[in-house]
């Protein structure tokens, strides 16, 4: 397998942008530690994270005639490649391909400043994962390396991103059950944000 199928592959007709396996959490969901891939592909372990013209490269060579919308989603935050990200996002608009990023919202922290506004003018669509109605249980289920402070970061995050565009999403995955996805659901209201409850597919 080359390079650029690991960047790029489709999964459910959808096409996904995997540009990092970095990644500041260690969800106890999180995919990556099942599997080494998803869709149609078969490895989703970088050898190394590409840079932009790496991931140009994946794009020149990958037919988007049917595709809608590209979605940056991987095995890793792709905030932690936000250079990489942001190119690729301009690039693909160039090309006429909308975007959409998947985040767990703690960009600003990996990337020690405020990137919220850049990332809300180069990308159509942001989904946040809120996963969790409380600090304590976001700590236990998602374990940032921040630590305690990482939910109001990423609450912070999302309502900064609703400030700067409408298509901003929240996102719980059902098997967190119907009590948590209730109150996730207030959580959303209250920053004028909607909330999307994930499949579990673990
Ligand atoms: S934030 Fe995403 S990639 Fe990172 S551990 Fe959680 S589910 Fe996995």
Not at 89 to 116: C, E, F, H, P, W
Not at 136 to 149: A, H, M, N, S
Not at 173 to 198: M, S, T, W
Request: charged share 25%; aromatic share 10%.
């Amino acid at each position: 397998m080359s390079d650029y199928e690991e960047i790029i592959y489709t999964y459910k007709n959808n096409v996904y942008l995997n540009i990092t396996n970095k990644c500041p959490c260690a969800c106890t969901f999180c995919i990556r530690s099942k599997t080494d891939a998803i869709g149609e592909a078969s490895n989703l372990w970088l050898n190394h994270n590409p840079d932009f013209d790496e991931v140009k490269k994946a794009i020149d060579n990958f037919d988007f005639s049917n595709c809608k919308e590209a979605v940056f989603c991987g095995y890793g935050e792709p905030t932690n490649s936000f250079d990489v990200l942001i190119k690729s996002a301009q690039y693909l608009r160039s090309l006429g391909i909308k975007t959409r990023v998947n985040t767990n919202g703690l960009g600003s922290l990996v990337n020690g400043r405020d990137i919220s506004k850049e990332l809300c003018d180069n990308i159509d669509d942001v989904s946040i994962s809120l996963n969790c109605s409380n600090k304590e249980e976001y700590l236990k289920t998602v374990r940032p390396k921040f630590g305690i402070e990482s939910y109001d970061a990423m609450l912070d995050f999302a309502k900064k991103c609703r400030a700067y565009t409408p298509n901003v999403a929240l996102s719980v995955v059902d098997v967190i059950g119907d009590e948590e996805v209730a109150k996730c659901q207030k959580i959303a209201d209250k920053l004028n944000i909607p909330l999307r409850v994930r499949k579990y597919s673990g």
